[in-house]
């Protein structure tokens, strides 16, 4: 079993910046991809941004150039750094991570923003 927890949302102005980190726990050994999701009310959850193991990325084009995903491996843990932040992208953030033929969600976190 895997345990997700989120952190680093909140309120920021257009054109500001958040990080979001997943930190997961349990009995893990080697984590496959990992990724991030938004969802906003009456739309369907979409990806952001995800990252494989050995380190690629895919990146919605709505935030290419402005937002970067990245992995620690030793923590098990996935960031989204957030830059030049609009208010569409105002949403709740999902970590996703893939384990052993699994899927696990974190509990989301809210970003909101706005002047």
């Known amino acids: 079993q895997v345990q997700l927890v989120e952190s680093g949302g909140g309120l920021v102005q257009p054109g500001g910046s958040l990080r979001l980190s997943c930190a997961a726990s349990?009995?893990?050994?080697?984590?496959?991809?990992m990724g991030w999701y938004r969802q906003t009310p009456g739309k369907q959850r979409e990806l952001v941004a995800a990252?494989?193991?050995?380190?690629?990325?895919n990146y919605a084009d709505s935030v290419k150039a402005r937002f970067t995903i990245s992995r620690d491996n030793a923590k098990n843990t996935v960031y989204l750094q957030m830059n030049s932040l609009k208010p569409e992208d105002t949403a709740v953030y999902y970590c996703?991570?893939?384990?052993?033929?699994?899927?696990?969600w974190g509990q989301g976190t809210q970003v909101t923003v706005s002047s």
């Open positions: 990252i494989t193991s050995s380190g690629s990325t």
């Open positions: 349990g009995s893990i050994f080697s984590i496959n991809n």
């Open positions: 996703k991570v893939d384990y052993r033929f699994s899927s696990y």
